[in-house]
């Protein structure tokens, strides 16, 4: 099956989100996929061309060692709102390109405008076009002028699409709630290579590597430091208390606009021992600093963009046996309940609290435990296979509509 992907972040930087996972899989057994993506960063380029070229990167994997994708990133004007306007231009060039060169079978929509556009193309070539959500999309359009005007069209897309499927249930329900037909929506979980987490060593050598002592209890965060990802509060939180317990460290793995400011409270406050900072690693690393950490933490803000996905990086903390401390969102609770090794936190500032609750009351092998056993059904083959076999229907059923 020849498979192209649509989206408007950036496939090379971001991630490995369940696109990543999924689509990489895919070609691990045979199936051709082709992206097209957006670079999304691009304002934080110091230095560029005003017009980007067309690139074309070969053989990319983020997730897996034996998938291959083909990402291709069409031009864009670098300049606000001129980038959405070239992307309209350039990005159905490319889309149509697509069509004639690489013949898809079957497209699949993670964005807005290129969804739309390709949603379009796809009706007239009698082409399958499935819409996935990993979040409301238009709540992450950085312009807030802007979100209403990319809510119709996300709207749209989701009505039209020949399928939406969604991460979690309160997401289908969103996407129910935006004029899916019900039996065209379909919820499909983030999954998780269990055995690498389950398998996982490296605590001693990584806590060795990074100055960690045996006495110290390491909050874990990792991913892209959002503005809204709390771990403002939660650092500050831990000012207050890095007397009481000195023994308490944060460590965050990953990179974005927060990072900076996270130095900042380090440093101001002398806290080098007990917050510690790494920039972005490989995936395949990932499961080592899972190892050497005892809790898990996702203190996002309650906000439109939070409230109602489940970061696949939930599975992954909870697949490595830890507690997951986590803000009272709605997606997630809905996802995993009360009494699974997931302990709700009121908001961002009484993260740090429910964290030391946890520990005073020996409860963290516990709550760990709990957590892997919910999951550890979320094998990533069986995901794969089920995702696979909704392109299969869609392809057979347009088929058959041809025929």
């Not at 974005?256 to 510690?276: K, N, P, V």
């Not at 690693?281 to 996702?298: G, K, Q």
Request: proline share 3%.
């Amino acid at each position: 099956m020849r498979i192209l992907v649509v989206q408007e972040s950036d496939w090379i930087e971001k991630g490995p989100h369940q696109s990543h996972h999924l689509m990489e899989r895919l070609s691990e057994h045979g199936h051709e996929v082709r992206v097209i993506d957006f670079e999304i960063e691009w304002r934080r380029c110091k230095i560029g061309p005003f017009i980007t070229q067309r690139v074309v990167f070969e053989s990319v994997h983020k997730a897996t060692d034996g998938g291959r994708i083909m990402v291709i990133r069409p031009p864009i004007m670098k300049l606000p709102f001129l980038d959405y306007f070239s992307m309209l231009i350039t990005h159905r060039l490319e889309i149509k390109r697509q069509f004639k060169e690489f013949r898809p079978d079957i497209v699949i929509g993670f964005g807005i405008l290129n969804s739309y556009m390709a949603m379009r193309i796809c009706k007239r070539n009698k082409l399958p076009f499935l819409y996935y959500l990993i979040d409301e999309l238009h709540n992450l359009v950085p312009q807030k002028g802007f979100r209403s005007i990319a809510r119709m069209i996300e709207s749209r897309n989701i009505r039209y699409a020949d399928l939406a499927i969604s991460i979690n249930e309160a997401l289908r329900e969103y996407t129910i709630e935006m004029g899916a037909e019900i039996a065209k929506t379909r919820t499909i979980r983030a999954g998780i290579d269990f055995e690498k987490y389950l398998l996982s060593d490296g605590r001693t050598e990584t806590r060795n590597e990074f100055g960690i002592k045996d006495e110290n209890t390491v909050l874990f965060f990792m991913g892209w430091l959002y503005e809204f990802s709390g771990l403002r509060e939660v650092a500050l939180s831990l000012v207050d208390a890095s007397h009481q317990f000195p023994n308490l460290m944060l460590m965050i793995l990953g990179r974005g606009e927060l990072g900076e400011e996270l130095r900042r409270i380090r440093d101001a406050y002398g806290l080098q021992d007990q917050i510690l900072i790494i920039d972005w690693r490989p995936y395949n690393e990932i499961p080592r600093f899972l190892a050497a950490s005892d809790i898990c933490i996702l203190p996002a803000h309650n906000n439109e963009i939070m409230r109602n996905i489940v970061p696949i990086k939930m599975y992954e903390y909870m697949a490595a046996g830890k507690p997951v401390i986590v803000t009272e969102l709605n997606g997630i609770k809905k996802e995993f309940g009360i009494g699974n090794g997931v302990i709700y936190a009121q908001n961002s500032e009484s993260t740090l609290g429910k964290a030391i609750e946890v520990i005073n009351a020996k409860r963290i092998f516990k709550e760990g435990e709990k957590a892997r056993n919910f999951v550890k059904n979320q094998d990533w083959n069986i995901i794969t296979d089920q995702f696979l076999a909704e392109l299969l229907k869609l392809s057979e059923s347009r088929s058959h509509e041809k025929d």
